[in-house]
């Protein structure tokens, strides 16, 4: 069996990919890679251009440097699939979710000897999708808010068309709603892979109304993501230490998610009716204690209290 875990991003990703990566167990072969993550992998190996990804485009790879690692990366592919024989191989690449239907059918062309195949994607209510993908782009180098929905049909219906309905299981993500669930529990059991010993942890730590509000002035500060390795150890230092910090949790203005919701109505009607009725829109009152954000003003409107609060 072949299990394509397609994200999508945001839903647990990290946690399973590590889980994977440093515990699979003897039953389970998970496709070697220079990182948990076989995001740049699937790129590298099914993507039209791989040079103009960002990750390889940063590194400064040419289109002829990756047609030669393409070719390398397949041979040493071909050679794993066929020393793991009877084992269950396990691929995790959250691009696919956002990758044009050709790379998977590449894909499917090119694992097809360890079918039967069994695609599993998790998807998030879109108001807590929009609000944790906010934080993201922040945490990475924007130096806005960003509101960005999830696209469910781009990234569910390509794989109904290539693999089938029957063989696409659609999960939702949902720690906020259910205590005590975890990705990694979740994906084991769905897959009927061993469940790992204890609660895994959380990969991705979330960030609090201050972290987010200071990180951004930074951002803006700076004018750019980091660029060198020099650039984002510092960066790195500069958030584990925040992070550290109190803070208050914050939420998007539900003015602002609520308009987004709205103008992607067909997507979301979409998506519902392939989970046979499912909500996907969810709004939750901010509590009492939350920061409420309705623009980058208001962030760093915030972040200049926080400043003065602390001298």
């Given amino acids: 069996m072949f299990i394509l875990h397609a994200g999508l991003h945001k839903t647990g990703t990290t946690a399973i990919q590590s889980h994977l990566y440093h515990h699979a167990p003897a039953n389970v072969h998970y496709l070697p890679w220079r990182e948990p993550n076989h995001s740049d992998l699937a790129v590298l190996m099914f993507h039209d251009r791989p040079e103009e990804y960002w990750v390889f485009s940063r590194e400064g790879r040419s289109a002829h440097d990756m047609q030669r690692w393409r070719g390398e990366t397949m041979g040493r592919l071909e050679a794993a699939l066929a020393a793991a024989v009877g084992k ?20 499917k062309e090119f694992f097809a000897a360890q079918a039967p195949f069994r695609v599993v994607l998790y998807l998030r209510p879109a108001e807590a999708y929009m609000a944790s993908m906010a934080q993201q782009y922040i945490r990475t180098g924007t130096g806005d808010i960003r509101l960005v929905w999830p696209a469910y049909r781009q990234a569910v219906e390509k794989f109904d068309i290539v693999f089938g309905r029957d063989a696409v299981d659609l ?7 259910v205590p005590g669930w975890d990705a990694v529990t979740d994906f084991c059991q769905a897959t009927g892979l061993p469940r790992p010993a204890g609660r895994p942890s959380r990969e991705n730590v979330g960030m609090g109304a201050r972290h987010l509000a200071l990180l951004l002035e930074r951002r803006i500060a700076i004018g750019h993501a980091p660029r060198t390795p020099e650039e984002t150890r510092a960066d790195h230092r500069f958030l584990t230490e925040l992070l550290k910090t109190p803070s ?12 987004e919701v709205a103008r992607h109505g067909e997507d979301l009607r979409w998506i519902e009716d392939r989970l046979g009725g499912i909500p996907m829109s969810r709004p939750q009152p901010p509590g009492a204690d939350h920061v409420l954000f309705a623009s980058t003003e208001d962030v760093l409107a915030y972040a200049r209290r926080c400043r003065s609060e602390t001298g």
């Fill in 248 to 259: 208050p949790p914050f939420a998007l203005h539900p003015d602002l998610v609520g308009a």
């Fill in 88 to 107: 269950t191989q396990v691929l995790s690449a959250e691009w696919l979710a956002v990758a044009p239907i050709e790379a998977v059918l590449r894909l």
């Fill in 171 to 177: 999960r939702i993500y949902r720690p906020e709603g």
